[in-house]
């Protein structure tokens, strides 16, 4: 594991606490792996999605996950067959809740990459699981 904590007092002569490897390893993965990719080949998606978590789904009887509000027109999600109303569950392979998720997901993909979204979508008042796949356009086509 990895050392987080030591607790040194006079009463004891000294308590470690360490964070699993398990649970350090995707962080140390991703951190050996990191590349800078310049602003106008970074990925591109085009939506606005808010995040579904777990008393909003409950209540509202809707899988947790990122609703999407709004598509842009044109962008690599209209282009893979997302639709507003979809519920991201899956990104990449990765279980995802947040938005902030998404975005961190995308920090290490380029303009062209691939990647396999799952979504629950809406079907007469239930949910059915679709799986798609988009290819990214370059953030520098779209953001000016």
Known sequence: GINSVKYVSEDTEGMGYAIPITDAIEILNSLMNYEEIPEEERAYL???????????????????????????????????????????????GKKVLTMEKIQNIMKNKKNGDKVQIVVMRANEGKYEEKTLTVKFGARGDYIK
């Not at 893979?80 to 979809?86: A, E, H, R, W």
């Open 46 to 92: 085009g939506i606005i999605g808010y995040d579904i978590d777990e008393n909003f789904s409950k209540r509202s009887n809707t899988p947790e996950g990122i609703y999407i509000k709004e598509i842009s027109k044109a962008s690599p999600a209209a282009k893979s067959g997302l639709k507003v109303g979809d519920i991201i569950v899956k990104f990449d």
